[in-house]
């Protein structure tokens, strides 16, 4: 049972436009999301989180949108530069159960020059 | 400097052996967690715990063991029970919460 979803294993932007990448989620007990970024061989580290009780939350380029009532979350990253290529993950907790992340089967975002 | 340690970085394990993954943190967190990555998978949970002396399966607990005896370090173990044992281990902590923070991981590879 996947609770959480990336249902784009792959996405590719021009340098300077914008990336969105999106996350779906089924437990509404759900409250707070994280997304992270990964390279290959290497831990993931932390981008931005939101909690359940905003619908958005920005830092610098990046900034995260929640739907509650779709159950959706988004990240959006403008403007897009090559750097910015490499494994997203989305993944979401509650507080029921003590912070465990639970984590979609992300995206990879290529960004072209 | 703060942060998480995993050690090896390689590890290559015989068919039928035990073995056991290194994973120590610094930064006074109280939960820890150890999660398996497969090409092209997400992030599955293996074990985790929120305090010393106390831990949880998560969804992929079979095959695995752990241990929380002191606040800063959380070893995994993978048992011959683990069927397929080959695959990319991350070990991370956080304060209750909050954003989690990863090793640099373990490449665990049945020779």
């Known amino acids: 049972d996947q609770q959480v979803k990336q249902n784009s294993p792959s996405l590719s932007v021009q340098e300077g436009r914008i990336s969105i990448l999106n996350c779906d989620y089924t437990?509404?007990?759900?409250?707070?999301f994280l997304w992270y970024k990964k390279y290959p061989a290497e831990g993931p580290t932390f981008l931005i989180s939101i909690s359940s009780i905003k619908d958005k939350n920005e830092d610098g380029r990046f900034t995260v949108f929640l739907n509650k009532s779709a159950k959706h979350l988004s990240l959006h990253i403008v403007p897009s530069q090559p750097g910015d290529s490499a494994v997203y993950f989305c993944a979401a907790s509650h507080y029921n159960q003590g912070g465990k992340l639970i984590f979609g089967q992300g995206t990879e975002l290529s960004v072209k020059p | 400097d703060g942060g998480i340690t995993q050690s090896p970085k390689y590890l290559f394990r015989k068919e039928g052996q035990n073995v056991t993954l290194s994973c120590e943190q610094n930064?006074?967190?109280?939960?820890m967690y150890w999660y398996r990555q497969d090409p092209g998978q997400g992030l599955r949970l293996i074990y985790y715990s929120q305090i010393v002396n106390d831990f949880q399966k998560g969804d992929i607990a079979e095959g695995y063991s752990v241990s929380r005896e002191k606040k800063e370090s959380f070893p995994l173990t993978v048992t011959s029970a683990q069927k397929n044992p080959t695959a990319f281990y991350l070990c991370a902590s956080s304060k209750r919460r909050t954003e989690a923070f990863f090793g640099q991981g373990t490449r665990l590879t049945v020779v």
């Open positions: 930064l006074n967190h109280d939960a």
């Open positions: 437990n509404s007990m759900f409250d707070y």
